[in-house]
């Protein structure tokens, strides 16, 4: 025993031991060091850099002769990119810059495919390097000889690097050698899972900034109180406001009276945890309002108490001017129709008064009493039915003669009745184009055009001003978008154009006046019938033209009226009707209204015909049967109800080829029928008329019909 333990205490074997344990233990006190300095510098958010360098130069320190190096995962490369080698040769850190991921690629590459550590005692010998000849190569010529590789993993066991261990000689490792490489490794992981975690914060709140920055929609966050405390630039700009001047006022602000019981009721939804949708109008900066759909949360803080509301908001202003646009629309083809419902009956009513009042005044001794109140009762008539016109007209629907029409010499004579009527404060100046080239026109209703915005002109000019007409020629290479026009009208196609212009330094409009502008009905004048704008955009809408209208509260007001221009022939226009022809054919006259038949029958019996009466396309039929070798001529009315007028012609012309038709009505043909109505052995007759018209259009078509033949 005594020999036994001298040997134990031999000195030759226990110093180095003792070193051995001392070695141990400092490199253990080194990890130790190592965690305690780390790990707050990582917790306060150093960045990785500097973490990698500081874990590469900690570990060579603990380690003399070692040469430390890392490498980060490029997951979607699928390699490790170096991102700290303090230590190793420039030539050799370069070599390995880019390492795959795969078995066989030297220790690091090897360790990140494995996901275990990877210990090569020897690089020259080892299979793990020998494949990648420029790696071994690499490191051999650097003097390194051995390689130990630590794969970093992170809480998921995702590979997010290695932390490898050089030395200039073969050596296996030690345990507490490889206890540090663990160490080090595993701050480096921390460091890494940090970093990335960070830069994922950061471009998730990029990103959201980016959104909350750029979006169309409002977003906008109120707390408890309902102050604002949170805006985007589209919202403020919703409003007419900076995100500055927002910030700190509460939501009331931005809402009239009604509003504002409104948003109190709801935000106490809020309060009691109810998310909705719902519409609301805000008042923008300037008083106008802003229509929304608002998309509204509440906001809780932490312990669950109501901290406030977040609104997602909608600017629904361009919605809902179409929508009023489109009931605008509906509102002037509705009225339209009415108007050319009453101007179509008031036509028929006026063909008995003026033709009744023609066979009284037959009966009367020029001069007299009777027959000069018979003229009046005509004269009334035929002002009515010029009324009647107007509404046809603004039903878009009425007389329309075109012809070549030189705009200047209308402007002028228009100007020069208006210069009468003017009064004296007011300026009537003219500048018209002397090159302007000829439009397709009808010239009584194009001057009604020219009246009508001379006259708004002048009443929009409460004390002295000047009105400005101007004519011009104006081209577009692309379709115009018209200021001010109803939707419905506010495109003009891409050609030459007539313009137009009538410019006054009046009171202006208001944006609401001027979005009412060509509504039936609608006037600020406080008297007149309110349709002249609407009329007139029937007019110019017929001449395929259009309206732009410009103006701004006490700075004057701009109508420009469009219209194509004519580079070809005069159009055609009706043949004259020689008033006064008599005859004594057997005419057919066909009408649903009794008034009108009973003086088509007494005017024409008066000139010598002789005539058969049907009060509907059936009853025609009938009668044509009857008496088919003894009809020349038909009257027939294109508006009635059952068998209309242009299928009563069709059928007409199945047995009766060479039948003559005259057509009649209060109101222009329909496009579609128009063909049929031009056909050879046809005319058509407006109504009202009186006894010389009709009598003249009958005579002047069966003579037509008659030279046809020969």
């Known amino acids: 025993m005594s020999q036994a333990h001298e040997r134990e205490d031999d000195p030759a074997t226990e110093i180095p031991r003792l070193r051995q344990r001392v070695a141990e233990l400092e490199i253990q006190r080194r990890a130790q060091q190592l965690s305690e300095r780390l790990l707050p510098e990582i917790a306060a958010g150093a960045s990785l850099a500097r973490i990698l360098d500081a874990l590469a130069g900690e570990v060579e320190r603990a380690l003399p002769g070692m040469l430390a190096s890392v490498y980060v995962h490029d997951a979607a490369a ?27 690629c030297g220790s690091c590459g090897t360790a990140a495919w494995r996901r275990a550590r990877v210990v090569v005692v020897e690089l020259a010998t080892s299979p793990l390097w020998t494949p990648h000849p420029g790696f071994l190569d690499a490191a051999l010529a650097g003097g390194l000889k051995a390689c130990w590789s630590q794969p970093i ?18 050596r296996e490792p ?70 500055a001047e927002m910030l700190g006022r509460s939501f009331l602000d931005f809402t009239d009276e009604e509003g504002r019981r409104t948003a109190l009721r709801n935000f106490d939804r809020r309060r009691n945890g109810i998310r909705e949708q719902h519409d609301f109008c805000l008042r ?52 339209a129709t009415m108007a050319g419902g009453i101007a179509h009956d008031f036509n028929n009513l006026m063909v008995g008064v003026l033709g009744n009042a023609e066979l009284l005044l037959m009966e009367q001794r020029p001069g007299s009493e009777a027959a000069q109140l018979l003229h009046a009762i005509a004269q009334a008539a035929r002002r009515a039915g010029d009324l009647a016109q107007h509404l046809l007209r603004f039903a878009r629907g009425g007389e329309f003669e075109p012809r070549t029409v030189q705009l200047n010499d209308l402007v002028a004579d228009t100007l020069r009745l208006e210069k009468n009527l003017t009064p004296a404060r007011i300026r009537l100046e003219a500048d018209l184009d002397p090159e302007l080239p000829p439009i397709a026109a009808d010239p009584g209703q194009l001057q009604q055009v020219v009246l009508n915005l001379i006259t708004n002109a002048v009443e929009a000019i409460p004390d002295q001003g000047g ?50 502008l060509f509504e039936p009905f609608f006037s600020t004048k406080g008297k007149g019938r309110g349709l002249g704008l609407a009329a007139l955009l029937g007019i110019v809408v017929r001449h395929r033209g259009g309206v732009a209208v410009h103006s701004d509260p006490n700075r004057g007001t701009g109508f420009e009226v469009f219209l194509p221009v004519s580079r070809g022939a005069e159009h055609a226009v009706p043949l004259a009707q020689e008033p006064g022809a008599t005859g004594e054919e057997t005419v057919l006259a066909v009408d649903d209204e009794e008034l009108v038949l009973q003086v088509e029958q007494r005017l024409l019996d008066r000139a010598g015909y002789r005539v058969l009466l049907a009060r509907n396309g059936e009853e025609a039929l009938r009668v044509a049967r009857e ?14 109800p059952g068998i209309g007028g242009v299928e009563l012609f069709t059928r007409l012309r199945e047995t009766m080829p060479e039948l003559a038709v005259l057509f009649s009505s209060g109101h222009d043909p329909h496009p579609s029928d128009a063909d049929q109505i031009a056909r050879p052995g046809t005319a058509f007759l407006r109504k009202p008329f009186d006894g010389r018209e009709l009598v003249a259009a009958v005579r002047a078509l069966l003579d037509a019909t008659a030279r046809a033949r020969l």
């Not at 932490?302 to 629904?316: E, I, L």
């Open 284 to 335: 923008r900066k300037d008083g106008a309002p802003l229509w929304t759909l608002m998309t509204t949360n509440p906001v809780h803080d932490a312990a669950g108490r109501f901290a406030g509301a977040m609104a997602v908001v909608t600017d629904m202003s361009a919605r809902r001017r179409a929508e009023e646009a489109m009931l605008r629309a509906a509102r002037l083809d509705t009225a």
């Open 627 to 640: 008496h088919r070798a003894a009809i020349r001529l038909a009257i027939v009315d294109l508006s009635m």
């Open 174 to 243: 030690l345990p507490e050698e490889l206890s540090l490489l663990e160490t080090a490794a595993h701050l480096a992981g921390i460091a890494i899972e940090r970093e990335r975690a960070e830069r994922r914060l950061r471009e998730s709140e990029e990103r959201y900034r980016h959104l909350f920055e750029t979006t169309a929609e409002g977003i906008w966050v109120v707390d408890a109180d309902g102050r604002t405390t949170l805006v985007n630039p589209s919202m403020a700009a919703m409003l007419g406001c900076t995100v």
């Open 78 to 104: 699928g390699v490790l990119r170096t991102a700290s080698a303090p230590s190793l040769p420039p030539a050799y850190r370069d070599a390995v810059a880019v390492v795959p991921v795969a078995e066989g």
């Open 467 to 516: 009105i400005r007409v101007e004519t011009r020629v104006v081209g577009f290479a692309t379709e115009q978008r018209l200021e001010g026009a109803p939707e419905s009208f506010a495109r003009l196609p891409a050609g030459e154009y007539v313009r137009l212009r009538v410019r006054d330094d009046g009171s202006g409009m208001a944006e609401g006046v001027r979005q009412r």
């Open 153 to 170: 993993l992170s809480a998921r066991d995702e590979v997010l690097g290695t932390y490898a261990l050089y030395y200039r000689e073969p």
